[in-house]
């Protein structure tokens, strides 16, 4: 249930950064980009990661029993593909044109397969492999130079992970520099998930340690390496998928006191989250950007927003819109779940 209640946060969470229609949102709503601050926006990848790290280790599980780390990575490498094809698939619709490369869906994918390759092992492999890989690329981001600008340069135009992606961008492997801190960030979620399948009260406490430890070495690594979100930095890392371990210990205590029913509206949400992710930017990108009413030049998101706003005005309208889209898209989800129908990649 925890579990459940966390991934629909997230995916709610989402649709509310993903649709916002205001033109001056605020920092603490919006992504921090390059200014080493972490907004709401930040926190939706980092979490997905971690969800899936958790859900791994329940997979595994029940995988190990009858099979073997092989035949599981196999299995887990065919997913990754699919994930890769799916999100190439949506950049394409969103750029509307055949695009090639590594957005949102296709990291995950090549997150989820590298933690699958060691699910066979301990918790504290997994974890100290998941340290390694951000120490490592924390090393490839001081060190690397980048013409005209040097060593460690942590700007938009001259930071190392912004070289190699244009160096990878002709071959569509945009983003593969963060393989390495994405896959931490999963490998981090696979060990809070090992701890979870005893099914105790210990696991909020490790949650919740676990969560305050990342968060503190995000902290104080920020001196070093500032918390950027563009380029995976190491101490972005550990805050955000920190915050989200404390999350799901506060969930927890909720589902051992017997309260996580009253939270099964936002578990909803998130019972097909790679659904949840894709049909929402799908129907805006080709029917609410794209359609438009009857002897009208305006489209459908653009005529929506302005009726909002002659209703509600010119401040109060766009937020409207936004909260009705995503109370749409939640009866959606609310309705599937009560239908049982899961939609799995």
Not at 109 to 123: K, V, Y
């Amino acid at each position: 249930m925890a579990l459940d209640v966390f991934r629909g946060l997230t995916i709610l969470l989402m649709l509310f950064v993903n649709n916002v229609m205001v033109a001056d949102v605020s920092p603490v709503i919006a992504h921090g980009e390059w200014s080493g601050t972490i907004g709401l926006a930040d926190l939706v990848f980092p979490w997905f990661l971690l969800a899936v790290g958790v859900s791994m280790s329940f997979s595994w599980e029940k995988f190990r029993l009858r099979g073997s780390l092989a035949s599981y990575v196999r299995r887990a490498g065919k997913r990754a593909v699919i994930l890769v094809l799916i999100g190439m698939f949506l950049d394409s619709a969103v750029q509307r044109q055949v695009t090639i490369g590594l957005g949102v869906l296709q990291i995950i994918g090549i997150a989820f397969f590298i933690a699958a390759a060691f699910m066979g092992t301990s918790i504290i492999v997994r974890g100290s492999l998941a340290a390694l890989m951000l120490v490592g690329y924390a090393v490839f981001l001081h060190s690397t130079p980048v013409p005209n600008f040097g060593a460690g340069n942590f700007t938009a135009e001259g930071n190392a992970a912004q070289m190699v992606n244009d160096l990878l961008t002709p071959f569509g492997l945009r983003g593969l520099p963060s393989a390495l801190p994405t896959g931490a960030a999963v490998l981090f979620g696979s060990v809070l998930g090992t701890i979870w399948a005893k099914y105790d009260k210990s696991r909020i406490a490790s949650s919740l340690g676990i969560g305050a430890c990342l968060v503190a070495a995000g902290a104080i690594w920020s001196y070093v390496t500032p918390a950027l979100k563009p380029i995976w930095t190491p101490s972005y890392i550990c805050l955000t998928v920190g915050a989200g371990a404390i999350l799901l210990g506060l969930m927890s205590v909720l589902e051992f006191a017997k309260l996580g029913d009253i939270l099964s509206p936002v578990r909803a949400a998130g019972s097909s989250p790679i659904f949840a992710y894709v049909a929402p930017i799908l129907f805006k990108v080709m029917i609410l950007q794209n359609w438009s009413l009857p002897g009208e030049s305006e489209t459908l998101e653009q005529s929506g927003v302005a009726w909002m706003q002659g209703q509600f005005g010119s401040d109060i309208g766009p937020w409207v819109y936004t909260a009705t889209l995503i109370a749409v898209w939640w009866a959606v989800f609310i309705w599937m779940d009560w239908k049982k129908i899961v939609v799995k990649v």
